[in-house]
């Protein structure tokens, strides 16, 4: 049993349910919790003020959670292999444990800090970011992912999973100085959205109950009303890994309602999204299937949908609800991503960069695979269905609610004009200083017809 082992936080930003940081206690009489600022992530396009106020959020909350086990949060930055062979080195430890991660940064810097670490040192990777793990773990046979959400989803319900942990009592720690708790300014500049969730733990645990309470019974007929905001808003908890998923199924399962079973399957979405990254890891970049697509490109349309002026309400809503909150309700996410790629017909990678501007929850895998499905680029076999913003808007947002929370101008419309404003007389729309539609959704979708060749091009 070595004598000492660092447990190095990445995703997993919690001590309720957390195997990486129970087994490291269990196999080593004193552990090290350790934090990395990864240089090569503060310096990319990931980086961004949103995401930094909620980590340094998580990794105070996790500090704290640790000082009640009577340990603390070692915080290092710099190159992330080096920082932690070097505390490996300083605190003379036996093992390094780590919890799993499928993105192609995250593998390549584990595959540097295994060639570093000397011979003596244990790395020990723990697979649970994931209920099905190892991500192709359920793939049909000579395959390495499936590709079809259905079958997926099928076996995945059946496969088994791992016991829940219990959060550590007591943790051992050597003496080892740590850099500061990083406030938001040392991780990103610039300014945050106004109306940002909490980051950590204690928070993400506070909304699970108080969500499984009040508010899951309605899920299975209500998730994709935009109005009544009816979701669970735990995505950036479990982006961060503030929550263990696991858990969370656990006991959404508990009540073997259908609302219930509903929200566990959206949840199987995230391992799926997962499996197939794990798989195709350039995905992130390249079209998961390609459709010979020669996107149409303007700066100023997609400037107008980035800023929520593109005359669509129920469009401006959803990105005026993204700048605000930091976050954006997934039906919306639909019809916006929906608008920029089948209606603009702008490259799904546009939009996918700016979600990842601003989303708490953008994370790889989801963000690059849903941004794939709604470009029709990705595992929807239907590829080249389109939406009509305005009747997703009428069936989903019946009463406007979705449209006045966050459009202001149109706070105070009827319902017969809050999604299609310029049916009002001319005079009446000008003085709502909203803009007219920047294209017609009719029209523009000859974009698609005509700039996608199709499969095999
Ligand atoms: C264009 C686009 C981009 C997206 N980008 C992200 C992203 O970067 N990060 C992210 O976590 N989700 C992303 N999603 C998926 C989904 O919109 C969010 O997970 C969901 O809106 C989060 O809100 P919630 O926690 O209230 O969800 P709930 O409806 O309460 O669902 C519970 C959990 O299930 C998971 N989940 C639900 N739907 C999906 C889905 N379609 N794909 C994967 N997991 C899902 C999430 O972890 C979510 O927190 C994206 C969807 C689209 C269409």
């Known amino acids: 049993m070595p004598t000492v082992a660092l447990v190095v936080f990445t995703r997993d930003l919690r001590v309720h349910d957390n195997p990486t940081l129970v087994r490291a206690a269990s196999e080593s009489a004193a552990v090290v919790p350790v934090f990395v600022l990864d240089d090569a992530i503060l310096r990319s396009a990931y980086n961004r003020p949103n995401r930094a106020r909620f980590l340094s959020e998580c990794l105070h909350d996790l500090d704290g959670s640790l000082h009640d086990c009577g340990s603390a949060l070692v915080v290092r930055r710099g190159d992330w292999a080096s920082e932690v062979t070097a505390l490996a080195v300083e605190t003379g430890a036996g093992a390094v444990h780590i919890s799993g991660d499928v993105t192609s940064h995250a593998r390549r810097r584990l595959a540097e800090l295994r060639d ?70 040392d991780i990103a500049d610039g300014l945050p959205s106004p109306e940002l969730m909490a980051g950590g733990e204690s928070e993400g645990r506070r909304r699970l109950s108080a969500w499984l309470a009040d508010g899951i019974e309605d ?106 909150e930091g976050w954006m309700h997934n039906r919306a996410r639909l019809i916006t991503g929906h608008f920029l790629t089948k209606t603009l017909y702008l490259d799904w990678r546009e939009g996918a960069q700016h979600f990842v501007d601003l989303l708490l929850d953008a994370d790889v895998a989801n963000n690059t695979m849903n941004w794939q499905w709604v470009a029709g680029t990705g595992t929807d076999s239907r590829y080249n269905r389109t939406y009509n913003v305005v009747l997703q808007a009428r069936r989903h947002d019946p009463r406007g609610a979705y449209v006045r929370r966050y459009v202001e101008e149109l706070a105070d419309l009827d319902d017969a004009y809050v999604h299609e404003p310029w049916l009002l007389p001319p005079d009446q729309f000008a003085a709502l200083g909203y803009p007219l539609p920047i294209v017609d959704q009719s029209e523009a979708r000859d974009r698609l017809r005509h700039g996608r060749r199709g499969p095999g091009q």
């Not at 244990?122 to 190892?134: F, N």
């Not at 079809?148 to 009592?169: G, I, N, S």
């Open 219 to 324: 899920y299975a007929d209500d998730h994709d009303a935009l109005g009544n905001d009816n979701t669970s808003r735990l995505s950036p908890y479990l982006h961060f890994g503030c929550l263990s998923p696991l858990e969370l199924v656990r006991r959404a399962g508990e009540s073997r309602s259908p609302a219930g079973a509903a929200f566990v399957r959206q949840v199987a979405w995230r391992d799926f999204h997962h499996q197939v990254l794990a798989a195709r890891p350039d995905a992130t970049r390249r079209d998961y299937r390609p459709r010979g697509d020669r996107w149409h490109r303007s700066p100023e349309e997609l400037a107008a949908w980035k800023e929520g002026r593109t005359g669509y309400p129920v469009v401006d809503a959803g990105m005026r609800q993204l700048a605000r």
């Open 116 to 185: 570093r670490l000397a011979a003596s040192v244990r790395l020990q990777v723990h697979d649970d970011t994931l209920l099905v793990v190892p991500p192709g773990a359920i793939a049909t046979a000579g395959k390495d992912h499936m590709s079809v959400f259905t079958p997926y989803f099928r076996r995945w319900e059946q496969h088994p999973t791992r016991d829940l942990v219990a959060p550590p009592l007591r943790l051992h720690m050597p003496s080892v100085a740590s850099g500061p708790l990083p406030m938001p300014k």
